[in-house]
């Protein structure tokens, strides 16, 4: 069952919810996208389907998204965010099991610019890395990617404008070896594939297999 919870940060509390496995294997860390927060239903749906999946997810607003604001955090405000997250999870919430650092586009992008300031993770999940602004694609944010070297997933739509499947791939083949690409055939940058019919929890959920396989491949 959900819980709502909230998490200090400086003089503020952000927002979150706890979506509790009952046989977790390790905790997922979720943060949103610049457009949505932590409760829209594609964030709910990939999180329950993981929860059902035996890792607990905890996922969690900005604060531009609590204040109601339309543009994000900038990027130090946002690692800053992410690292005391991380660290008030594995206190209070993890009794010791792996934590894994996930997000939605730039949630997922300002995590893994977290994790190269040091940010401890046992692996990244990013859900729609964006790595280009649509038909920009001379302009990538990968040069903090190359130095990592844990685990990280990308799941990318094949008809994602954040990231074309040419340069997706090319900097997937740069990265550590612990590193993988899955593609979702008619995905758009929320994974959404015309005339499907799904919803977007459905949407959602329809990552959280590829997602379970990451982790259950780095936590053994």
């Known amino acids: 069952m959900t819980q709502e919870l909230s998490i200090p940060f400086e003089e503020l509390e952000l927002s979150a919810l706890w979506d509790p496995a009952e046989n977790a294997?390790?905790?997922?860390?979720?943060?949103h996208g610049s457009g949505a927060g932590k409760d829209h239903e594609f964030m709910a749906g990939f999180a329950l389907a993981l929860a059902n999946l035996d890792a607990?997810?905890?996922?969690?607003?900005?604060?531009?998204m609590?204040?109601?604001k339309k543009?994000?955090?900038?990027?130090?405000?946002?690692i800053a965010v992410w690292r005391?997250?991380?660290?008030?999870?594995?206190?209070?919430?993890?009794?010791?099991l792996p934590i894994f650092a996930a997000g939605k586009s730039f949630g997922?992008?300002?995590?893994?610019?977290?994790?190269?300031?040091?940010?401890?993770?046992?692996?990244?999940?990013?859900?729609?890395?964006?790595?280009?602004?649509?038909?920009?694609?001379e302009n990538l944010r990968d040069e903090h990617l190359y130095p990592l070297d844990l685990p990280m997933l990308f799941l990318e739509g094949t008809r994602d404008p954040?990231?074309?499947?040419?340069?997706?791939?090319?900097?997937?083949?740069k990265l550590n070896q612990h590193s993988e690409l899955?593609?979702?055939?008619?995905?758009?940058?929320?994974?959404?594939?015309?005339?499907?019919?799904?919803?977007?929890?459905?949407?959602?959920?329809?990552?959280?297999?590829?997602?379970?396989?990451?982790?259950?491949?780095?936590?053994?």
């Open 25 to 31: 294997k390790a905790v997922v860390v979720l943060a």
């Open 56 to 64: 607990s997810v905890l996922r969690f607003n900005f604060p531009y």
């Open 66 to 68: 609590d204040a109601g």
């Open 71 to 78: 543009f994000p955090d900038k990027a130090p405000t946002a």
């Open 84 to 96: 005391q997250v991380r660290d008030w999870v594995e206190e209070n919430m993890a009794e010791g």
């Open 108 to 137: 997922g992008r300002m995590a893994s610019l977290a994790v190269a300031e040091g940010m401890p993770a046992q692996g990244l999940i990013f859900l729609g890395y964006p790595l280009h602004a649509p038909k920009k694609e």
């Open 162 to 173: 954040f990231a074309t499947p040419e340069k997706m791939e090319e900097v997937a083949s």
């Open 182 to 220: 899955s593609w979702f055939e008619g995905g758009n940058h929320s994974f959404k594939v015309a005339r499907s019919g799904r919803s977007a929890a459905q949407d959602g959920a329809w990552l959280a297999d590829a997602a379970t396989a990451f982790i259950a491949k780095h936590t053994d």
